[in-house]
């Protein structure tokens, strides 16, 4: 992937069933968060206009979703993060203890050097992309 372009839209045709319900799943209003990223205890919101992309190295994973931190003491302009919907979760949620469970194996099994997303930054966002889903 280049740094330079963002992956391509999703056209909601092409959105298979598995992902819907989970992108419906995701969107219902409560806050989300990226389960073995930095900032982990830091909520994210969807974007207004919350927009689904392909993701760009894999045909197989899920869509990429656009969220941003939900900060409003930061002056700074909102970051937009595409990040897999097989990566993102609720708090307490029976329906997203997998994503929690997985992340919490990976940050065990990885070096401490090591983290469990790679950051691809763009002119219109960050990529957060899961190590197990970078090309060998």
Do not use: K, N
């Amino acid at each position: 992937m280049s740094t330079r372009t963002m992956p391509p839209l999703v056209l909601a045709s092409e959105v298979g069933r598995y992902a819907r319900s989970r992108l419906d799943h995701l969107t219902d209003g409560r806050p989300l968060y990226i389960p073995g990223f930095g900032a982990e205890a830091d909520p994210v919101v969807t974007t207004a206009h919350a927009s689904l992309y392909r993701h760009p190295y894999s045909v197989s994973q899920l869509p990429l979703l656009t969220v941003h931190y939900e900060t409003m003491l930061d002056p700074a302009p909102v970051t937009t993060l595409l990040v897999s919907l097989a990566h993102l979760a609720h708090h307490d949620c029976p329906a997203c203890v997998s994503t929690w469970t997985e992340a919490e194996r990976c940050a065990h099994e990885l070096p401490a050097a090591i983290t469990q997303f790679h950051v691809v930054e763009t002119p219109a966002a960050v990529v957060l992309l899961h190590y197990e889903d970078l090309p060998s």
